[in-house]
Each structure stands twice: as structure tokens, then as C-alpha cells.
């Protein structure tokens, strides 16, 4: 019976719903009967909290009693029926407006007292137009009304009919889905009289128990989906593997740095070394803001395989940054004996071929490079540890791809776009988070300005000359490759053509993604030569690129950036000793734009701007589409739950343990196929 309420809206047997209110209840989103038993109020009405008419405001839902002095019919331009009626309750006067409702002029009585409920606005005067009304007796009840998402076509009593109907038949087809211990253990209240509760509460108390409740429902049915497959793959692959535990080659490689580690940095080493020692699996997120040393961590890990006999690879989403990965690693590996090789996309011919026997004989002990690992004709001999960078580049079915190609898939993954601890926990369930939140010391802050008027722009232009005249380098972003009709946005192009004009004695270049990958390794490698002292680009540097001379990042057009896209771009700047710049030019009227520029401006802590960005976003803005079923909490909040998504994933562990990582329950399990029916959890 459980499985029939998600059958298609069209089976909902219902008196009075036809097929024209099944389609309005499609629009709002509403297929099947679950949809429609979880179409939760947005809002409640206080119908006991009564306000007087020189309180109320224009854009206010209330709730008014009034005395009626006035009633009248009046034909509108187009000759329909308005019905107006005039309200006072001592402090002030309110209109109330009905349309094609004549016979209200003789129901309503000049004198009497009634109590109106709706939304005010501001006309001539202050009205409401077609308000709920009944004739006051002198008595007020605590009651309270559920407000849902509606359209033209159906009112709010007519949604909350359906809903109390449909609920009133397949209530008793609702079964609990969380485990009976749980609920108990966490004083939750079960599943139907949350349900109950949220739909129609006696008193806000009940909206609260319901909620908290549901909250955890689907966090449950959330971590339990992603965890539930990591705990597979822990017990599939223990005891598979186990590590001589040699340590050599990554002590001379930290001898040679010629700096001491931060505390983050050790302590992440040491819990990825516990695990691989241990011969668990590794399934861990290495969050750090840019420049705090993730890629350090990674090249040690990388050599205690190597060095136990096992071969590395290192995943990047773009050839740009699986290069710099590569130069930046050859000649420090080579001293040590170790070989590395790129393999991109843009390699043919017997090069290729050469390195795919090299690969599958195990030759070359780590390979770095782009999404043409995942082809088919790459093999390895015996791959252990598979890096994957910026891994929200990458999907899930290409990280499970290259992971199938190594016997014993440990997976390290890196992001430089710093997520708060209670997002990471959500999006990342399936992975342990290790966090590196300091930086290296000797790094200067980046200095931070926002630019709305003519007047600093040109300031800050003849800023950058003085920058450019000492040495030093710059990048200009712009969002757009070429002009577009629809944005009112500078592109790279005409941006590129006007800084030539502007800075005609110095070497300027040109880079976006359209660029062949020959052409944009021409123009990055004149630039880390200083053969370009100006770049001009898109968002394509946005991660990667490591040119320690650049000073100055202008961003144009900021406000069409998010704030971890800014934080990121701001990033390639101030990566080595020269104080370093950023300028963001935007015109914006819009407070949420205003806001992100205020939080750049002031901070360069990326797990702050992390915190405020989450703020000022939408659920679907904030989680994309990596995963069905995030995107869609709806009695959970990110910022300010941490203790809840804790709590429920400390609960789901503590239960797939004990169940051997299989969900044991018929009605969680249904519900978790679907909430990710459309994405496959990895």
C-alpha cells in the first residue's frame, strides 16, 4: 500500500479534483500522491493575532475586526461588478474590495462587526482585495491556518481542501521509515502525526515538533543514501590490501622543502596515513582555502604509495592545471626516483601509445592528468591512490571510472572552494572531510576594493600602471568570451581590444576556453615568464594557475559573480612576497550583489566568505546538481543545523554498522530510491 502513494497525481481519487486542477497541481510540482501529502505549508496565518488599522502595513497579511460604514456596487471600466466596502475600529479606515460578488452588498451589514483576513495593499487607500471574512461574536480562538505556494487556479481554501482530503484517505497508507529505536532514542514524534501536526496544528508548539521530526527524516533518508554505498565499498575492499608502511622517500621530500608544515597540514597527513595504514579504504575530502598547502599533502601521500610499491594518479579538470601540476612535480620527484608523466587529451600518436604501455606496466609511478584517464585503454598495473583536483569539476560517474581501474581505490580528493562544515557533511557524506584552515605563514593579505564610479576606475587603471612599471604582473577577468545582446556584460574580446589602447607599452594576452589547449599553454607560459605582464581572461584561471609575480586581479562586471567564484579568481593573486590587489568593478542595485561585494571587500577568510555566501544563496543555487535530493531539503538549514546533520550522520554510521551497511527498513529503502532516482550516488 505504501508504494501506491507514489503513483501518478492522475490516480488520486479525490471528489471535485478534476483533470483541470490535476494540471494545476502539476504545475506546482506535484506528480504523485506523496508529492501532494508532502506539499507542506509555507507559511501559517495567526488568526488570533488581531491588528489595529493604524498598525498594519502595505504588503501585510492580517487579520482586522471592523465595524462596516459603508457598502457599495460599482462597475469597473471594463463593467464588471466591484463590491466595496469601508471598515473602521476606532484607530483608522480600510477598504475591502471583492469583484463579480454583488450579492455582498446586502450580506454585509452597515454596523456590525466582522473579521477580515488577507493581504493589505496600498491604493488610494489602504485595502484588501477579496479577504476571508466572518461576522464577529465577541470571541477569539487560537487559530491557525496553513499558507501553501498556489496559483490563479487554485485558491488557498481550495488547496487546503484537497490536501485535507487526500490526507484524511492515505493517512493510513503512511508507515514510519525511521527506526523505532531511533525515535525513541532522539524523543522524535512518528512519521504520521508530524505529518498531522505540520498540515493542521492546533498551536505553533505542533508546527515545531512536526518540523524537527521531518528534519531528520531527510537527513536520514539523505546520508543514509550516499553512506550507505561507502560502507559497501568498505566492506568489499577490507582487508584487501596492506602497506609496508615505508617512509623514506617522504621524509627526504619534507627535508627538502626548506619549510616547516603547518599544524593543519600534519594533522591531515596523519589521518590519511592512519587509514592507509590500517588498510582501510580512503574516501577523503581535503578542504583548503587557496594557497593553504592542500597540493603538499597530496604529493606525500602520493610517495608513501610509490614507495609501498603502488602507482598514483592526480585527476585535473582542466590541461592548464594538470600541467602546472606536472611541472611543479617533475624535478622534485626525479631527485627522488621517481618518474612522472602527463597524459592528456591532446597527446596522439606513438607518444600515447608508448605512455599506455609505460602505465600498464608500471613504469611510471604517478600520471597526472585530464579526463582521458577515465578511457577505457588506460590501465595500471597497480594503481592505489587516485587524486582527484577541484572535484566539483568532475562527475560522478568519471570519479567511478578511474577509481574501478585500481585495486584497492583509495580516492583523496581536493577543493579549493571552502564549503562550511555542515554543507561538506551533507554534500560529501560519502567521504571523511579533512580540513586544512590555516594558512602557510608569510602570506599577505590580499587588499580588497570595490569600484562603482567612472572616476576609480580610472584611479585604479593608472594603479595598475605603477604595478606593471615595477615588475610585477596582473590579470583582468571579464565573464563573457565575446558580446553578448542578452548580458550587458564586458567580454574578453572587447576588454582585451580596449586595455590595448589603455596600456600600449605593455605586453597584453588574451586566454578563454574557446582557445585550443597549444594556444592556451602559449599564452600561460609566457605570462609565468613575464614575456605578458597583462591577462586578460575569463574564468578559466580561475583555479590553478600559480604565477607568483601577479599582484593585481580586476574582476569586471563582479556583481555577475557568485562570492566563491570572486574568492577564487582574488586567489591567484598573492601567492608569492609582493603585496598583492584586488579590484572589483560592478554598478549593481541589487542588495544581494551589494552584500557579496561588502563581504569581499571586507574579508579574505574563505571559510567566512563560505558562511555568508551560503546566506545569501538559494538551495538550488547552492547545490547544483551533484546529487538528487539535496537540493530539496526543506526543513533543514545548512548554516544553522550543524548539530542536526551531525547528529543524524553520527546516527547513520552508528546504524549501517550494525546492519552491515545494508538498509534494512522496506519504506526508508523506497524512499531513498526515490529521492535519487535521477542522480546515482558515488
Known sequence: MYKDLYNKIETLEIKGVGEKTIGSLKNLGINTIMDLIFFFPRTYEDRSNIKKISEIKSEEYVVVIGRIISVENRKTKTRKTMTVARITDGTGFLDLVWFQMPYLKKSLKIGEEY??????????????????????????????????????????NGIRKIIKDTIKKYISFIEENIPQEILKEYKLIERREAILKIHFPKKFKEIEEGKNRMAVEELLILELGILS???????????????????????????????????????????????????????????GDVGSGKTIVVILMLLYLVENSYQGVIMAPTEILAVQHYLSMIDDMAKLGVRVEIFTGSIKGKKREKLLSEIKEGVIDIVVGTHALIEDNVKFRKLGLIV?????????????????????????VMSATPIP??????????????????????????????????????????????????GRQGYIVAPLIEESEKMAATSATELYEDMLNRFPEFEIGLLHGKMKNKEKEEIMSKFKKNKLQLLIATTVIEVGVNVPNATIMMITNANRFGLAGLHQL???????????????????????????????????????????????????????????????????????????????????????????GEIQEDTLRIDIVEKFKVNEIG
Open 115 to 156: 473579521i477580515f483576513i488577507g493581504n493589505v495593499k496600498r491604493g488610494y487607500n489602504f485595502q484588501i482585495a477579496s479577504p476571508e471574512y466572518r461576522k464577529y461574536n465577541g470571541k477569539l480562538s487560537e487559530e491557525i491556518k496553513p499558507v501553501y505556494s498556489s496559483n490563479r487556479n487554485l485558491s488557498q
Open 229 to 287: 554505498k561507502r560502507f559497501q565499498l568498505d566492506f568489499d575492499n577490507r582487508s584487501k590490501y596492506k602497506l609496508n608502511d615505508d617512509r623514506h622517500m617522504v621524509k627526504k621530500y619534507l627535508n627538502s622543502l626548506g619549510f616547516e608544515l603547518t599544524n593543519a597540514q600534519k594533522k591531515v597527513i596523519t589521518e590519511i596515513h592512519k587509514d592507509l595504514s590500517s588498510g582501510k579504504i580512503v574516501n577523503r575530502l581535503i578542504q
Open 388 to 412: 582527484v583536483d577541484e572535484q566539483h569539476k568532475f562527475g560522478v560517474e568519471q570519479r567511478k571510472k578511474l577509481r574501478d581501474k585500481g585495486e584497492i581505490s583509495n580516492l583523496l
Open 421 to 470: 562544515r555542515s554543507l561538506a557533511l551533507s554534500i560529501y557524506g560519502d567521504l571523511d572531510v579533512s580540513i586544512i584552515d590555516e594558512m602557510p605563514p608569510g602570506r599577505t593579505p590580499i587588499k580588497t576594493k570595490w569600484i562603482e564610479s567612472d572616476n576609480d576606475l580610472e584611479k585604479a587603471y593608472e594603479f595598475i600602471r605603477k604595478q606593471l612599471l615595477k
Open 570 to 660: 582574488r586567489g591567484r593573486v598573492g601567492r608569492g612576497k609582493y603585496k598583492s590587489y584586488c579590484f572589483l568593478v560592478a554598478k549593481t542595485d541589487n542588495d544581494i550583489s551589494k552584500s557579496r561585494l561588502k563581504v569581499m571587500e571586507s574579508t579574505t577568510d574563505g571559510f567566512l566568505i563560505a558562511e555568508e555566501d551560503l546566506k545569501l544563496r538559494k538551495p538550488g543555487e547552492i547545490f547544483g546538481t551533484r546529487q538528487s535530493g539535496l537540493s530539496d531539503l526543506r526543513f533543514v538549514d545548512i548554516v544553522h543545523d550543524v548539530k542536526t546533520i551531525k547528529l543524524v550522520r553520527d546516527i547513520s554510521i552508528k546504524y549501517l554498522k550494525k546492519n552491515k
